[in-house]
């Protein structure tokens, strides 16, 4: 690559003053005055016919192709989808239906009651050896 080749950024041009090599950039405009205005320097060309028409409608027929072979797949031979659940949450038996219940989770499973009421008897019992001590 020679010195003045441009790089993705800026373009160099190599000037020497006085016995010294400097490296003089052109200032490219910004990001947004480029997504809004496009490339100064190609902005005299006219459009072809493949940026008029030609990419929209590849992007068309990708988009239908893809709707069909989505609409057409065979998706009752995919394996169910595993439902999502808390472990330990049951659902109300008037949310239930055909024996499935369905959401939302609205009371606790009964062995989470036992688990709370044996940590509430383990603080009592923590609370009064502490209180007799």
Known sequence: MSATEGSSTTEKKVV?????????????PSVKYLLAHGDPETAHLPKTWCEIIGYPLALAIVFAISLLIFHHAPHHLMPPRKKYSIPGMQRL???????????????RHPLHKLKEANDKQK???EAEQKSEL
Not at 93 to 104: R, S
């Open 123 to 125: 603080l009592d019992k």
């Open 93 to 107: 038996p008037m949310f239930q239906k055909d024996g499935k219940p369905i959401p939302p989770p609205l009371h």
């Open 16 to 28: 020497k003053k006085d016995g010294k090599t400097f490296v003089e950039r052109k200032q490219l």
